[in-house]
């Protein structure tokens, strides 16, 4: 059974930054095969995708908004995927989720996902 643990989320200044992570287990032959996305979720909206990565195609996608301020990564040795966000701006307070499932493309909507960890709280406030 495939689990998810994020961490890093918590209270920052606009113009600070925050390293997300999401520690993967159950999964003896690591994520190789996987796409890993990283949801926000902020009051009163829907959540919707911030940035994916797929292991298989080598290749990442981030939300407009996200562009140029966050970067998505992977440590297959630790089954660990990170979300490096800077410059955050008041948007990006919301609950932060990282999904993942087998796939050999991207993955841009929740659906798609069959597994996800509990979410860490980011709130960017001044």
């Known amino acids: 059974q495939v689990q998810l643990v994020e961490s890093g989320g918590g209270l920052v200044r606009p113009g600070g930054s925050l390293r997300l992570s999401c520690a993967a287990s159950?999964?003896?032959?690591?994520?190789?095969?996987?796409?890993i996305g990283w949801f926000r979720q902020a009051p009163g909206k829907q959540r919707e995708i911030v940035s994916c990565l797929s292991n298989v195609e080598h290749s990442t996608y981030y939300v407009e908004s996200a562009k140029g301020r966050f970067s998505i990564s992977i440590d297959n040795d630790k089954n660990t995927i990170y979300l490096d966000m800077n410059n955050l701006k008041l948007e990006d307070t919301g609950i932060y989720t990282c999904?993942?499932?087998?796939?050999?493309?991207?993955?841009?909507?929740?659906?798609?996902?069959?597994?996800w960890g509990p979410g860490t709280q980011v709130t960017v406030s001044s």
């Open positions: 159950g999964v003896p032959l690591g994520l190789d095969l996987y796409t």
């Open positions: 999904a993942a499932v087998i796939s050999h493309t991207m993955a841009l909507f929740p659906e798609y996902y069959n597994h």
